[in-house]
């Protein structure tokens, strides 16, 4: 059976169970690999990233890559058009949230998420980037009702779960939401109305409390 590997906190390995649980797939889930650059784990993720999936004896790392891997593997309930020119769209849309969005915002995460430093330059810059990207997305999302138009594709469970962490990385930063251009709210309520989407949701909320006692423990130990 197909093995999912990662953890629930990342939105990348979120992003693929959305995917999963939307198609039907069955799968095993490993949710306790968290990255690292040791030999060991290179040896199952080669950049030492979370998630990938594990079938057969064969590993396949990138959650864009396996995304499209389920789709050709699971056609039957499919996330991406059949139009090649709409597909592609599509395809726009997840390097516009990830590239242009969630890996941006993603050099404040240091200070802001996992408390370390972030030079004044970079958060300023940060800004800047992020404010392209908005745009950019703005000009070309549709949601009618879904992002790319009236079927639900990749590119929703992309926004779903990248881009409410932009969203708290520019409170934190910056007080205010950048994307609040892009007026999120009704879009998210509407694909938490589907049980993927607010299962991995609340697996994600309870994963996160998880983590905090452990860290609370921690602490308590340490003194
Ligand atoms: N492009 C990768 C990004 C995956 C990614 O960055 N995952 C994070 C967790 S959300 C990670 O493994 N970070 C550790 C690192 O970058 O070394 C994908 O789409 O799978």
């Not at 300023?124 to 639900?152: C, D, H, N, Q, W």
Request: glycine share 4%.
């Amino acid at each position: 059976m197909l093995k999912l590997c990662g953890f629930r906190l990342s939105n990348y390995h979120n992003k693929v169970r959305i995917a999963l649980l939307e198609k039907g797939v069955e799968f095993e889930e490993d949710e306790g690999c968290v990255p690292s650059q040791d030999e060991a784990f290179l040896a199952r993720s080669p950049m030492g990233k979370v998630p990938w999936i594990e079938l057969d004896g064969r590993r396949l790392a990138e959650s864009d890559a396996i995304c499209e891997y389920l789709e050709d593997a699971y056609p039957q309930k499919p996330l991406l058009p059949k139009d090649p020119f709409a597909r592609a769209k599509v395809r726009e849309l997840i390097l516009f949230i990830e590239l242009h969005l969630e890996l941006v915002a993603r050099r404040l995460y240091p200070k802001y998420f996992f408390g370390g430093e972030v030079s004044t330059e970079v958060i300023e810059a940060t800004e800047k980037e992020l404010a392209k990207g908005v745009r950019g997305l703005k000009a070309i999302a549709r949601f009618s009702p879904y992002i790319a138009g009236s079927e639900l594709t990749l590119a929703d469970c992309a926004a779903f779960v990248s881009l409410p962490v932009v969203t708290l990385a520019c409170k934190a930063a910056y007080g205010r939401d950048l994307l609040e251009p892009l007026a999120l709210k009704p879009y998210f309520a509407m694909l938490e109305a589907r049980p993927a989407f607010s299962r991995v949701k609340e697996e994600r909320k309870a994963a996160q409390e998880k983590m905090l006692a452990r860290m609370r423990e921690k602490t308590a130990a340490a003194r």
